[in-house]
């Protein structure tokens, strides 16, 4: 399974990666997907998942969807200061 967000590839703004993406089948020819994003902020939550929600109904036909969004943080845990950059 590929999951294309957007027509000839497209990325919605502020949405860094797709994890944990799981598909499950509620009943016969009833798709779930269920997934994390990783976004810079929570400020377009609400039109980023629209967004996502539509590029996975047009481009995959699956219409029950759930999106958990997580925050980037500028800089990991585990980095030192000399390490620590933005991706």
């Known amino acids: 399974f590929r999951l294309r967000m957007g027509h000839r590839g497209d990325k919605i703004g502020g949405v860094r990666r797709v994890h944990d993406l799981h598909l ?6 009833v798709p779930l997907l269920t997934a994390h994003v990783e976004l810079e902020t929570l400020d377009n939550w609400d039109a980023q998942l629209a967004a996502l929600r539509r ?8 219409g029950h969807v759930t ?3 997580e925050v980037m943080q500028s800089c990991r ?3 030192s200061p000399e ?3 933005r991706e």
């Open 77 to 79: 845990v585990s980095c």
């Open 83 to 85: 390490e620590c950059v």
């Open 24 to 29: 499950w089948s509620i009943t016969t020819g």
């Open 55 to 62: 590029a996975i109904l047009e481009n995959h036909q699956i």
């Open 67 to 69: 999106v958990q969004p």
